[in-house]
């Protein structure tokens, strides 16, 4: 099998540019995580165990966090998250150690779980791991109410098999460091 003559998409590229986006101002920052908490929110209330999880840990706080990312959110009475005052104690951290989105993203396309550094409460992270488990959205169903059934159905599909021949894609191409030349034989 012959090897292109270059990686696609190119890590080095794709790691540089990473590298080189500026920070978000802060009500940026703001309006991404109360989106992102929205999405969390709507998933978990398809899902009534999940919520009666959370409810048991209403009030605790957890500080998630990547890179200059930063998400600290607390569990509701309603078994729902909201966002905290970051200059609350959280009761958990949950903290990914890799800095490479691109790294990232590859861990995560192949299927795996990023390493995940874990301190504070055994109960909440025990709850949260529970969640990262059994919580799904089931984007076909949203779609299909907006879209029709046969069309969600087609689009999530075609998504699928997108995602697979990415995975199976990154797969065969090795990460390489920023700055490294050409890998292995063909």
Do not use: Y
């Not at 703001?30 to 978990?44: D, F, K």
């Not at 609350?88 to 550094?117: F, I």
């Amino acid at each position: 099998m012959n090897k292109p003559p270059f990686s696609f998409p190119p890590a080095d590229f794709l790691q540089q540019m990473a590298g080189a986006v500026p920070e978000p101002p802060p009500w940026l920052r703001a309006e991404i995580s109360n989106r992102l908490l929205l999405l969390v929110n709507h998933v978990l209330m398809q899902e009534p165990q999940a919520m009666e999880r959370l409810k048991r840990q209403s009030g605790k706080v957890v500080r998630a966090t990547w890179s200059r990312v930063e998400l600290v959110m607390q569990a509701t009475p309603a078994g729902l998250l909201a966002l905290a005052d970051s200059a609350k104690t959280p009761d958990l951290v949950l903290a990914v150690p890799e800095t490479s989105p691109v790294a990232l993203a590859q861990t995560l396309m192949q299927g795996q779980r990023p390493q995940v550094d874990i301190q504070g409460d055994v109960q909440l992270a025990a709850e949260v791991a529970w969640l990262v488990d059994n919580v799904r959205w089931d984007v076909e169903e949203d779609l299909s109410r907006l879209l029709g059934d046969a069309a969600a159905h087609t689009l999530v599909s075609r998504l699928r098999e997108a995602a697979t021949a990415l995975r199976a894609f990154l797969q065969r191409q090795p990460l390489r460091s920023p700055g490294a030349g050409s890998q292995g034989a063909a």
